[in-house]
């Protein structure tokens, strides 16, 4: 798990950081961010408030890690259901061209013993 941690609060950021020491990179680096009240940034946040769905004030050391690693699960178990979608729809496309190409590729073959054969009977023909 790699946080960024953002918070107005500096006894609450000051907190996180002690708590979350190991676990702190940049906002560049992070999974997502911990952070008091909601921000413009493409991560994911994870809020701490009075009125947040993932933790509120006050909490321990335990409930704080308990939560983030929910949170951290929740995203991955998303990611991949995202990933496998996108695969699904690659492979998908994939079929598609293949199978273009196949039918394109068979019409060829196809002319191409069509003229063979018209060229042998005409061949014949003449002897």
Not at 15 to 36: A, Y
């Amino acid at each position: 798990m790699r946080i960024a941690v953002d918070c107005k609060d500096l006894i609450l950021e000051k907190s996180l950081e002690l708590f979350l020491k190991e676990h702190l990179v940049t906002k560049n680096d992070c999974d997502f961010i911990v952070c008091d009240e909601k921000i413009s940034h493409a991560k994911p946040l994870f809020i701490i408030n009075d009125n947040s769905p993932f933790l509120q004030v006050p909490f321990s050391k335990e409930k704080l890690l308990t939560s983030l690693e929910e949170f951290d699960e929740a995203l991955k178990i998303a990611a991949k259901k995202l990933a496998q979608e996108q695969r699904k729809i690659l492979e998908q496309k994939i079929d598609t061209i293949a199978n273009e190409f196949k039918k394109e590729y068979e019409e060829k073959i196809n002319k191409a013993i069509l003229s063979l054969k018209d060229k042998l009977v005409k061949a014949l023909m003449n002897e």
